[in-house]
């Protein structure tokens, strides 16, 4: 007795694999990036970050401080 995701794998094979979006790379937090993305590029290091991880990055690289004024 085969197992059932066996038997299905066997009547409609993998996944395709060509439907995943190209990735033009990995930032800095191990993220894949993709063609549009908007991305900021540390000189200093050459790490790439997603813009939407930018205040994270500088965080933790740069020791940053992010508040709100009072």
Excluded at 33 to 57: M, N, Q, R, S
């Amino acid at each position: 007795m085969e197992h059932p995701t066996i038997t299905y794998l066997n009547r409609k094979g993998y996944l395709n694999m060509m439907a995943q979006p190209e990735h033009a790379g990995i930032d800095y937090f191990g993220t894949e990036l993709f063609p549009g993305d908007d991305i900021v590029e540390d000189p200093a290091t050459g790490d790439v970050v997603l813009k939407e991880d930018l205040e994270k990055y500088l965080e933790i690289v740069y020791d940053f401080k992010f508040s709100q004024a009072e």
